[in-house]
């Protein structure tokens, strides 16, 4: 089993950027295919991006593809999203995830996940 811990939301101006982090503890990060889903109010929870075990396959949402960065530092047990150019409508509380296991395929839906973090507010003025 694993924990999930995400951290650095905020308020930021469109077109500034915001890097995320989702610490994990427990069963090493190492294990698990990773992604990150967002939720606006009253929207339901959306996929962003997601990335294998060791970094070698990433998978992006059309909207944010080219202006969000999804990566992992094993080592730190920490997976990153990097979001640049942010627009208003990126505003939603942001969602690290895990699935266990080491393949590579594209896991865009919620029921894909195992295990979620609490959430961090990403905010973002016009």
């Known amino acids: 089993q694993v924990q999930l811990v995400e951290s650095g939301g905020g308020l930021v101006q469109a077109g500034g950027s915001l890097r995320l982090s989702c610490a994990a503890s427990?069963?090493?990060?190492?294990?698990?295919?990773m992604g990150w889903f967002r939720q606006a109010p009253a929207k339901e929870r959306e996929f962003v991006a997601a990335?294998?075990?060791?970094?070698?396959?990433?998978y992006y949402a059309d909207s944010v593809k080219g202006r969000f960065t999804i990566s992992r530092d094993n080592a730190k047990n920490t997976v990153f999203l990097q979001m640049n150019s942010l627009k208003p409508e990126d505003m939603a509380v942001y969602y690290c995830?895990?699935?266990?296991?080491?393949?590579?395929?594209?896991?865009?839906?919620?029921?894909?996940?195992?295990?979620w973090g609490q959430g961090t507010q990403v905010t973002v003025s016009s």
């Open positions: 995830a895990a699935r266990l296991g080491y393949d590579s395929g594209r896991y865009a839906r919620v029921k894909d996940y195992d295990y």
């Open positions: 427990g069963r090493p990060v190492s294990s698990y295919f």
């Open positions: 990335i294998n075990w060791n970094g070698g396959t990433t």
